[in-house]
């Protein structure tokens, strides 16, 4: 399984972004996948995640009620719409997916920055 994010940049406090992972190869073998994002010295965090076939949710609560997990099951997309963007939501951002066998699979990251 191959991930590709896009969709990071720099945005003003109070802002939207919206990220995109797309998955390729194995994506049948999918079971769930997830955002996480790093921020410079801290530990990486589960941000939100879903499950590939019933579209099932979890958040952080730092994020619930501002973010969006979503997945495009035909386009292997999995989608994050972050809304009223805070400075602490600065990070890079990580598209994980884990499949039946319980690998893990990792894109590159993007960064997302949010001015104050």
């Known amino acids: 399984v191959q991930l590709v994010e896009s969709g990071g940049g720099l945005v003003q406090a109070g802002g939207s972004l919206r990220l995109s992972c797309a998955a390729s190869g194995s994506t049948s073998s999918i079971n769930t996948m997830g955002w996480y994002r790093q921020a410079p010295g801290k530990q990486r965090e589960l941000v939100a995640g879903?499950?590939?076939?019933?579209?099932?949710?979890a958040y952080a609560d730092s994020v619930k009620g501002r973010f969006t997990i979503s997945r495009d099951t035909a386009k292997n997309t999995m989608y994050l719409q972050m809304n009223t963007l805070k400075p602490e939501d600065t990070a890079v951002y990580y598209c994980n997916a884990q499949d039946y066998s319980g690998a893990y699979y990792w894109g590159q990251g993007t960064q997302v920055t949010v001015s104050s």
């Open positions: 879903i499950t590939r076939v019933l579209g099932r949710t």
